[in-house]
């Protein structure tokens, strides 16, 4: 594990991130792939080639790119895409990038006009500048580029054909996720019940980063009873405080299954009940509740709780009695 900054003895969660390989816990098909890109980069003398990483929020992408540019001892740019609004600001990015990895965050946020002159410097490994009648012509450097993306759908398909490769994270098992609690926590020195690690990756919604959330809140309220070792009591305290249900549902989560449990519902009618976009709905509410089986959907597109959802629900219920 590495520390984000040297100077600093890591207390946060966040001072702390994997640094190699090895430390990324999961994810075996993304790592070989990587890792062979890496070894066939040495082997040649070559610089790595271009990949996209796509995922759901918090499954690792960033942390995986970041891996990547340790084992390759290149320079790591970052440049997270939404800051890009105009082709200056694209410029500017591209010509700040050093020879290494560019590494451009959430990548279908570039505007699909940025896609296409994106597509044209990686294709010429130059950028056009156009000033009245002349266009001047400036070199790149010969960075890689290297794509992180919740949405694919969003990115134009010629820019994802100049990715050699295109690697999908997987979620992760109860048992990875404990693995992930547990290296945070001997990372940053803190001592824990060994029962918390299932606990909190039976809440942790098959998500690192709401692994490491919870981790992080059950902390909090440890430090403030005055007590060193962060136990179950101290998880279930603030799940309770969060209103976070034994499976991880969240506040906005429940209210949906709720809402099903007197008849099944169209997604449009659940969005405007709960008051959010059905964008909302279907991106961040519902993906772990029909992955989970919690909820299901018929050919139609109805949304019905499973017999394991009602049971669900009873539990939520008789611990909010
Ligand atoms: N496989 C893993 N092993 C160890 N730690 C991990 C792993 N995956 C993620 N993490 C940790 O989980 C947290 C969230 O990961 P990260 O920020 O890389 O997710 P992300 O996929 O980039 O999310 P987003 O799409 O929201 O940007 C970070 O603290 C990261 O270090
Ligand atoms: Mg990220």
Known sequence: MDFDDQEKTPTELRDVRPSSFSHVIGQDHVKQALQIAVDAGFQEGKRLDEVLLCGPPGLGKTALVQVLADECCVPFTEV??????????????????????LFLDEIHLLHPTQQHALLIVLDKRRIFLSGGKSVQSIPVAPFTLIGATTD?????????????????????????????VQQRCLALHWEYEPELLAEIAQRGRQTPRIALRLLGAARRVAVAAGENRIEVRHLLHACQIERISSRGLDNFQQKYIRLLRPASQRLNVLASMIGVSTKVVTATIEPFLLRSGLVVKSDNGLRQLSQSGREHLSEIESETA
């Open 152 to 180: 694919p759908d969003g990115l134009i398909s010629p820019l994802v054909d100049r990715f050699k490769m295109v690697l999908h994270l997987d979620y992760y098992s109860h048992d990875e996720l404990g693995k992930i």
């Open 80 to 101: 997270l895409a939404q800051s890009i609004t105009n082709a200056a600001e694209l410029n500017s990015a591209l010509l700040s990038s050093s020879e290494g990895i």
